[in-house]
């Protein structure tokens, strides 16, 4: 990499990182972008790791960031999808109910979806349900027509594309190392390591945090007090398990359960993939350091979680499939967070954008995150 003065630096090249790149650099040609990733290549880390579903926005506080931005990152993702021919299925989704506590707990999904604007959701009773799914065992279901599932490698590499085409450059194996404030606020100094182990550095007007799992260090070397602006992450991790080929076409929508207590997870639930399988998960760990191994033995835990809705599967036949780390601004048992998508002058760093705490439905909004960053650019 040869520039060291550009407009925007943007750290990241995950899902956000690029959607971000991608509408910067078309809304406001003429910037010079470049994105630094430590990565070989984008998406890399919880961009792709996780269920791939395009989220209706049902389960959000009403007037938080992530129903609001769900609900038109959703939209626009579909648009997307059909223009640049991304693969997706929009599959629709059923959250099952069979116990008095779970139907009680379907009605006030109801209330909040309709609150946050998701009016296309269909109450379904057990007749109907098993006509649409006879393979699922509930009393009742929510229908959710609008949630569905997307392929998120051909949308980063599309987004990808975008950028590049408009003019951004992505500059994989930069691992950035440090910030410095420029005088009076004009920009930073950000140093980073080269693929061969050497370090440079560049300067910007502007520096979009994007960095996902790292975000807050990012913020923290940035100069901010990351535990008193309530910026610390903490890692939590989701795996999930595959059911074999033979049990892909038992179910055609995704399947969840109702969430029964908080928002740390959605409940362990049943995905069907583009490819046609079947995969459970993910549950809810949380852990000290980036760790992506599978405990064989959690398939217990799943099995008895999905049995009561998906009468079909033996507790054999699961097998360890993959796993990803959420980047959560609460721990466990805290309440919700929601994401932190912030211009930092009022802290004296005028240069920053920091989007910290985009764990789901981060994918989903992807585009509408990248729309309300562009509009935070102030210089
Ligand atoms: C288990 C699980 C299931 C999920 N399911 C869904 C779902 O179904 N639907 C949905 O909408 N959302 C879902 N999500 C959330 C979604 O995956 C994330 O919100 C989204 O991928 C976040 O993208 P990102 O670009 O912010 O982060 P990332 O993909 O983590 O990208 C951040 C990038 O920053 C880079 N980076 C970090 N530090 C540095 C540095 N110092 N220098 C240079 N580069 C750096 C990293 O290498 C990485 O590539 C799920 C998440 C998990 C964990």
């Known amino acids: 990499m040869t520039t060291d003065k550009v407009d925007i630096v943007i750290i990241g090249a995950g899902v956000v990182g690029l959607a971000v790149a991608a509408e910067l650099s078309a809304q406001q040609p003429g910037r010079s972008i470049v994105v630094l990733e430590k990565n070989e290549a984008f998406g890399r880390e919880t961009s792709s790791r996780n269920s791939e579903v395009i989220h209706a926005g049902i389960y959000y506080p009403s007037g938080s960031l992530k129903a609001r931005l769900c609900v038109e990152g959703k939209e626009l993702l579909y648009h997307f999808c059909e223009k640049w021919d991304i693969p997706h299925r929009r599959c629709g989704k059923l959250i099952v109910a069979n116990t008095r ?183 809810t760990i949380y852990i000290e350091e980036e760790d992506y191994s599978i405990d064989s033995s959690h398939a217990t835990d799943f099995y008895r979680a999905v049995k009561p809705f998906l009468p079909f599967v033996e507790e054999g036949e699961l097998e360890p499939e993959m796993a990803g780390i959420r980047p959560k601004l609460s721990g466990p048992g805290e309440p919700f967070r929601d994401f932190i998508i912030r211009e930092e002058s009022d802290r004296g760093l005028p240069f920053l954008i920091n989007l910290i705490g985009i764990e789901s439905p981060g994918l989903t909004s992807c585009l509408s995150i990248a729309r309300l960053v562009t509009n935070l650019i102030n210089y």
């Open 101 to 283: 506590e779970e139907k009680v707990s379907l009605d006030a999904l109801l209330e909040k979806a309709a609150a946050n604007g998701v009016t296309d959701l269909e109450e379904l009773e057990r007749a109907e349900l098993k006509r649409l799914e006879p393979h699922i065992r509930a009393e009742c279901a929510l229908y959710s027509p609008s949630t569905g599932i997307i392929n998120s490698h051909s949308l980063m590499a599309r987004l990808e594309q975008n950028a590049l085409q408009n003019g951004a450059l992505p500059a994989y194996c930069h691992l950035v190392t440090s910030v410095e404030s420029l005088n009076a606020g004009s920009g930073c100094r950000v140093r980073f390591m080269n693929p061969d182990g050497t370090t440079d550095a560049i300067e910007c007007n502007c520096l979009i945090n994007c960095a996902g799992l790292s975000a807050d260090r990012i913020a923290a070397l940035c100069g901010i007090d990351t535990t008193a602006a309530g910026y610390t992450l903490r890692l939590c991790k989701g795996e999930y398990f595959s059911l074999p080929q033979n049990r892909a076409g038992l179910v055609n929508r995704l399947v969840y359960p109702p969430p029964l207590h908080e928002l740390t997870g959605l409940g362990i639930h049943a995905t069907t993939t583009l490819d046609g399988r079947l995969r459970l998960g993910p549950n």
